[in-house]
């Protein structure tokens, strides 16, 4: 049982939450992404980084068979333009635009590497662990999380083309 002053207490951190968030928006310091990212930007760590970040956002983890991504999930993300959503978020970011002035120092060779590398950034799915696991996912998960890393790596793949 919450009391008067519990309330106003959870009132004012919430306030307190919201005012800082505002504050480190417009001085610039942060998105959402480039808040998960550490300012240093190597292009490996920050690609998978970004891709497994938009896809803990997007993607609900599966515990169990009646605690999981479901198909439906699945056919909600694609509806709702997700990958639109997550490619617009991304090429906003500062962490966007620091990975790629990165990514541009690289040789073919190691951005051949680290692309690749980007797209086999998802989970294993419950058949290939052969058990159900948090370690894992559904196919459907699997799918959606395939998609983000999808997206992602082409997006910088396209705008690494232009920028040469």
Known sequence: MKTKSGSLLNGISVLIMMVTLTCSWEKGECTTIDC???QVVTPDSSLIKAIKDYQDKYIRKS????????????TDFQRQNTIDLI???FSRSRTFTSLLAEI???????RNL???QGLATYQPTWRELHKVS?????????NAQKDIATAIVNLVKERCARER
């Open 87 to 89: 490619k617009v978020e």
């Open 104 to 110: 541009g120092k690289l040789n073919e060779t190691e």
């Open 63 to 74: 515990y169990a068979e009646w605690d999981c991504y479901t198909m439906k999930d699945y």
């Open 134 to 142: 948090e370690k894992g996912q559904t196919d459907a998960g699997q």
């Open 36 to 38: 998960s990212i550490p």
């Open 114 to 116: 680290l692309f690749k």
